[in-house]
């Protein structure tokens, strides 16, 4: 389905609709949704997927997307889904997270997932232990040794990073590019 000349028009039309909109969507997940929704269409109603593109209409599709969007947004800011406690942009351990990103690149040979999925990880761990003190489920997890956030970064503190060197844009993509890689839109 995906190689028919319906189904890219079909990504294209729906990519557009969703500019138009003010939504920015990966085009896979696009992709994505759209080869479900017309597989569904089609077995709903009995017929072959080529009679389903009959059905399909990009703008009502695209405003669908961006609702859903804009639905998370709101939601999200409302009730705090997905919202880790963030440390301060300042903070010694985050610098050493946006520091050790375009060495870690170079290590695994440009494996983005990789070094995306340690650098989400390690945020999040900094992020929670700043915020444990807030955090209900955190009560009672801390064992004989706690959690002391402040020993933490003046044990970061003290192996003397540059901290500030990796809240500089041109500095960090300055590395980035040192480490052999870049990030290029295609």
Avoid at 31 to 40: L, R, Y
Avoid at 129 to 140: A, L, N, R
Avoid at 167 to 186: E, M, P, Q
């Amino acid at each position: 389905m995906r190689n028919t000349k319906a189904f890219k028009e079909a990504v294209a039309q729906t990519l557009a609709e969703l500019a138009r909109r003010g939504v920015t969507v990966r085009s896979g997940t696009v992709a994505d949704v759209i080869e479900k929704n017309v597989n569904a269409v089609a077995e709903q109603m009995g017929i072959q997927v080529r009679s389903a593109w009959r059905y399909f209409d990009a703008a009502g599709l695209a405003e669908t997307i961006a609702q859903q969007h804009r639905d998370f947004k709101s939601g999200s800011a409302a009730h705090g889904v997905g919202q880790a406690p963030m440390p301060p942009i300042d903070n010694p351990e985050l610098a050493l997270i946006l520091g050790s990103v375009p060495d870690a690149l170079a290590e695994t040979g440009g494996d983005l997932y990789a070094v995306v999925l340690n650098a989400i990880v390690n945020a999040w761990l900094a992020g929670h232990i700043h915020g444990e003190d807030g955090c209900p489920g955190c009560d009672g997890s801390r064992g004989s040794a706690g959690h002391d956030w402040d020993a933490r970064m003046k044990g970061i503190t003290a192996q003397v990073p540059d901290i500030m060197k990796w809240f500089d844009r041109d500095k960090w993509t300055a590395a980035l590019h040192d480490s052999g890689f870049n990030v290029t839109r295609r």
